[in-house]
């Protein structure tokens, strides 16, 4: 519901503050005082576009605010996905600069303006006399349907059974698109496995084989090398370990001598130790060194084909070789459990396409089990608002399953005695089409989440009783919901439980528009002067009070 709505520096508005009724409203005034202008105002409020025109004061910023009940609308989990500040008065607020720089706000939080129109239709439910377009679309009249049917539990069955089946389609499409590829890489994926599988490649054999092939190519100089050294060592005429044995003992006979010497000997003792550790290492290397050509050219013809894999596959390690000879192995694996895969895929599908076919049809046997009850409904309505001859069929034709289901449904009407009911678009005139909306409006109150209506000169193109039968209908609706109708009918505006007065202010340079809420007194004036013009007759105000009192 809104509490309050409040606009500064919009077209002809410099400051404009309204708090409507809970119940209904009533908004009169002369044609171009700004009535329309405050109905572009809320249309901003709830998510349509701007441009620096609508200001006022072009150095100035506009502001449109409204203060919402939104308590009982359901929308805490709207607010938890839009990730906004939840609270049961809502404040949505929207800033145009002079640059044309547009910004919006819910609960001082900043919003996209996609996700204030739809927070927007949550909150308000805007009709006029030109507003057809929306009623003449299929989806829309769907909608009605599914809200008049009371069919809410089978759309949401039907949607999520829905959901799994285009999910279970896009898997099985993606699934065959795969095996097309698969199949036609297949016999390239099995030579490229069995090239790289022939190879039995290990993590770190290249560093192995490099180091092996370096040892094989150089086995006889190294050989020699070792064993030069050995006898350098140990050899019988200029062994080195001849000499640094008459080294140690006459480091042994200094330390007797002297305690000073003592860490002299030892430093010899302990590298004494390493260089005869170093002599049996280098014998251990040199009994494992083998000149072995056979050995040498199987490691070079190993090491040759690792390359050339490498290079084929753009990898420089083995490491890399063993990954994609893996996903080669997964590659193969696939294809050659396609058949299982594309079996499994399918029968998934099948069983998702049947339960989309069986909630399709629950919720099409629940829409069709209403169409006759709505179009009686409305028949009787429309009667009641002066077209005695309308006619109202819902004609339905299956389709293959949608977002919505298996049905499309279009509207037919004719407000002729003798004519045949056509398309929305082809037949009714804007004062049919009116008292249309407005049947509809009435009929689906009660059923649909409608926290405020706001009629603009709906009841154009009617009068006497029938003006009379459709304020009556608006009282109604006001019982559950909130009402805000713009009317130039007196009859209309005397029966609101407020009353607002949209006038034109000349006294400053520029014209502005101005509302304000009337008294009694003042109500009467203003129905008096809607009867009989700007100067009312003794009679045209007793009707006025006639109208009020009844």
């Not at 202008?37 to 025109?53: Q, Y």
């Not at 996609?114 to 009709?127: E, F, P, Q, S, Y």
């Not at 000997?265 to 072995?292: C, H, M, N, P, Y």
């Not at 304000?516 to 809607?530: F, G, H, P, V, Y």
């Amino acid at each position: 519901m809104l509490k309050s709505l409040s606009i500064s520096n919009y077209a002809l508005i410099d400051q404009l503050h309204m708090q409507p009724s809970p119940a209904l409203s009533m908004i009169t005034g002369e044609t171009g005082a700004g009535k329309s202008i405050m109905l572009g105002a809320v249309g901003l409020l709830l998510g349509n576009r701007a441009d620096t025109k609508v200001l006022l004061h072009e150095d100035q910023k506009c502001i449109i605010e409204g203060i919402f009940e939104i308590g009982n609308y359901g929308l805490k989990a709207f607010f938890e996905s839009e990730e906004l500040d939840y609270d049961q008065t809502c404040i949505i607020r929207r800033e145009i600069s002079p640059s044309g720089k547009s910004r919006s706000f819910v609960n001082d939080t900043p919003v996209l303006l996609d996700r204030l129109k739809v927070l927007g239709a949550r909150l308000m439910d805007i009709h006029s006399q030109h507003d057809t377009l929306q009623l003449a679309e299929g989806q829309y009249q769907l909608g009605l349907i599914d809200a008049f049917s009371q069919s809410t539990a089978e759309l949401e069955a039907y949607q999520t059974a829905y959901k799994t089946y285009k999910k279970e389609l896009k898997s099985f499409e993606q699934l065959k698109a795969k095996a097309l590829d698969l199949q036609k890489e297949a016999d390239f994926n099995q030579f490229q496995l069995d090239e790289l599988s022939v190879l039995a490649l290990q993590n770190g054999e290249q560093e192995e084989l490099e180091s092996s092939q370096e040892i094989l190519e150089n086995a006889e100089e190294i050989k020699l090398k070792i064993n030069e050294v050995i006898d350098l060592f140990e050899g019988e005429q200029i062994g080195i370990f001849q000499g640094l044995g008459q080294i140690q003992q006459s480091l042994q006979q200094l330390s007797r001598l002297a305690h000073k010497f003592q860490p002299y000997q030892e430093r010899f003792q302990a590298a004494w130790i390493e260089l005869k550790d170093l002599l049996e290492t280098l014998g251990d290397e040199d009994s494992q060194v083998e000149v072995d050509f056979e050995k040498l050219e199987e490691t070079r013809d190993r090491l040759s084909k690792i390359y050339q894999l490498q290079k084929k596959h753009g990898v420089n390690s083995v490491e890399g070789l063993i990954q994609i000879e893996q996903d080669l192995a997964d590659k193969v694996f696939q294809f050659q459990n396609l058949d299982e895969s594309l079996d499994k895929a399918e029968k998934q599908l099948r069983e998702a396409e049947k339960s989309v076919r069986e909630k399709a049809e629950k919720l099409s046997k629940r829409r069709n089990a209403s169409f006759s009850s709505f179009e009686k409904s409305l028949k009787e309505l429309l009667i009641g608002l002066g077209m005695e001859n309308a006619q109202v069929k819902i004609d339905r034709k299956e389709i293959p399953a949608s977002s919505s289901g298996i049905d499309e449904i279009e509207f037919l009407f004719t407000a002729n005695k003798g004519s045949q009911p056509q398309p929305l678009k082809k037949v009714a005139s804007g004062g049919e089409f009116s008292r249309l909306l407005f049947a509809i409006k009435y009929l689906m109150a009660d059923k649909m989440a409608l926290p405020t209506l706001i009629f603009d000169e709906i009841d154009t193109g009617i009068s006497g009783e029938v003006a009379l039968q459709m304020v009556r209908m608006m009282k109604e609706i006001a019982r559950q919901h909130q009402v805000i109708c713009i009317t130039h009918l007196p009859q209309v505006a005397a029966k609101g439980d407020l009353h607002y007065f949209v006038y034109k202010d000349n006294a400053s340079e520029k014209t502005i528009s101005k509302i304000k809420q009337l008294s009694e007194s003042e109500r009467i004036d203003e129905l008096a002067k809607m009867i009989a013009g700007a100067k009312p007759s003794a009679s045209a105000l007793a009707s006025a009070r006639e109208l009020l009192a009844s």
